[in-house]
């Protein structure tokens, strides 16, 4: 004979003959697993390279395994040039439950400003500064009269791209800088620079 129980416990079996003599008597404990319910595994966009957490939930008294082979309930990752699905096991006792998330990729980070050209025209006065340079924000300083760095002209672009400078106004005497940068939704580049001394002063 078969016997169904529904809950946990400790249950006694006792089998007699039929002129009420016990043949066998034992006892049996049984243990019910609880069902893993609502376990969960959080999802991240953001730029290549950089660092997000996923974080899994509702495995209460449980251990959380990543796909990646990491435990805890927390998985910090670098994003790489694509999106991927990263799983995670919940296991509670003998039962155990996947759930997955993903890493998307919301875009690259900036690529590197240039300067490709710099070059100060003293033909006349004032004297002018030309140049060409890859990225969004340019920004040209120099001398003053009672300033180490007293001239700023910039130039900010919505977009990067490889851009044609020219400043012209420069009166005094001494050295130039031109700073680039590239911009982006996921940050900005490094800034690189150039100089160029300017040795004619205009009245």
Do not use: H
Not at 15 to 22: E, L
Not at 42 to 58: D, H, R, Y
Not at 128 to 135: D, F, P
Not at 180 to 200: D, I, K, L, Q
């Amino acid at each position: 004979n078969t016997l169904v129980v529904s809950s946990a416990g400790t249950y006694s079996v006792t089998v007699s003959n039929a002129n009420g003599c016990t043949v066998v008597s034992n006892s049996v404990t049984i243990s019910q697993n609880t069902a893993i319910t609502g376990f969960a595994v959080s999802s991240a966009s953001a730029c290549q390279g950089q660092v997000v957490t996923l974080m899994a939930s509702n495995c209460p008294g449980g251990t959380v395994r990543w796909s990646t082979g990491s435990t805890g309930t927390a998985l910090n990752l670098t994003v790489g040039s694509s999106t991927s699905v990263i799983t995670a096991t919940c296991t509670i006792g003998s039962c155990s439950t996947t759930a997955s998330g993903s890493v998307v990729v919301g875009g690259l980070q900036p690529p590197p400003a240039q300067i490709l050209s710099l070059r100060a025209d003293e033909s006349g006065c004032p004297v002018q500064l030309t140049g060409q340079g890859v990225g969004t924000s340019f920004v040209f300083t120099g001398p003053g009269s009672n300033l180490p760095v007293a001239y700023v002209f910039s130039n900010i672009f919505r977009l990067g791209g490889t851009y044609d400078l020219k400043v012209t106004g420069v009166m005094k005497p001494g050295v130039y800088t031109l700073t680039a940068t590239y911009r982006n939704e996921c940050g900005t580049s490094a800034p690189v620079s150039r100089s160029v001394t300017v040795g004619r002063s205009c009245p």
